[in-house]
């Protein structure tokens, strides 16, 4: 059981941990054009925070016996959370500010992985599917 939840629960840490790492650095920069910059800083928000999700729910799927109602949104509430203690990460590295801005783009990246879960891996071949043992 422990080799099954390390197995499952390590991406997540992983996944987090990447984030935590990126958060401290002084200041990531996409683009010297400030809207180039602006739109790939915060899509890379969404895209973290709906991977986040996509984990968590998977990690809980396969070692929890939670419903499929309350798996997603322990999911959610997980992925929101973590996005909060990021923002307040930000706010002890030099140069960086926590935003509230942030934070709402990052339940919304959330909320993607929600739909994806729910939407779009039903689309995915099933070999795929199997390999990703949704």
């Not at 996944?15 to 990126?22: E, R, T, V």
Request: aromatic content about 14%.
């Amino acid at each position: 059981m422990i080799k099954k939840i390390i197995f499952y629960w390590l991406p997540v840490i992983l996944w987090m941990a990447l984030i935590y790492f990126l958060s401290s650095f002084h200041k990531l920069q996409a683009s010297s054009v400030g809207w180039q910059d602006f739109v790939v800083r915060k899509t890379a928000h969404f895209l973290e925070y709906a991977i986040l999700f996509v984990l968590n729910n998977h990690a809980l799927q396969r070692t929890t016996l939670l419903d499929n109602k309350k798996r997603l949104l322990l999911s959610f509430f997980l992925t929101v959370f973590y996005a909060l203690t990021d923002e307040f990460h930000q706010t002890k590295v030099s140069g960086r500010t926590g935003k509230p801005l942030d934070i709402g783009i990052d339940g919304l990246g959330a909320i993607g992985g929600l739909l994806f879960v729910l939407k779009f891996v039903r689309l995915l071949p099933e070999r795929i599917k199997r390999l990703l043992t949704f």
